[in-house]
């Protein structure tokens, strides 16, 4: 069995109490919803990498990022009929909109590279969706905020 280890970088957008996942197009978590954010170019910085792969995967731009974690899983997936072992690595953001982001205009429509498109979800509604780790992770473990100040968890 072919083990490979691979490095990205994650972010968890809240809006109104909500929360911005990507519908995955392919690879080990095909299908399932993720958090915007992906693998980092040669050289590239961590941040410089989240803030590309969210605008690449959301359309959203402008935003603050806050390190939050870094987390590990590993999983074994078939790739191209073959078992895989993936050593899968994040670091992990809280990511906040500016005045300048526009939630209202994310892309809805697949990316042609990872992502089938991004879409606003509520607590509720994200209770009865499949997961990546890292979303799943974040998720149980923040208290998303509204832009009225309010939060729930």
């Known amino acids: 069995m072919d083990r490979f280890t691979h490095m990205g970088v994650y972010g968890l957008v809240a809006w109104e109490q909500k929360v911005l996942l990507v519908h995955k197009a392919r690879g080990a978590y095909m299908g399932k919803w993720d958090l915007p954010g992906g693998r980092l170019e040669f050289g590239e ?4 990498a989240l803030h590309r792969e969210i605008e690449e995967e959301t359309g959203l731009s402008n935003l603050q990022l806050v390190i939050r974690s870094a987390e590990s899983n590993v999983l ?3 790739y191209e009929g073959e078992p895989e072992e993936l050593h899968h690595i994040g670091i992990l953001y809280d990511v ?3 005045s300048e982001s526009r939630p209202y ?5 697949p990316d042609g590279e990872d992502s089938l498109g991004a879409q606003w979800f509520t607590m ?3 209770s009865a969706l499949s997961l990546t780790p890292f979303a799943q992770h974040m998720i149980n473990n923040s208290i998303v905020s509204g832009a009225d100040g309010n939060s729930f968890e």
């Open 45 to 48: 910085q961590p941040e410089t």
């Open 76 to 78: 074994k997936w078939m």
């Open 96 to 98: 906040y909109l500016t």
């Open 105 to 109: 205009e994310i892309k809805r429509e």
């Open 124 to 126: 509720e509604e994200v």
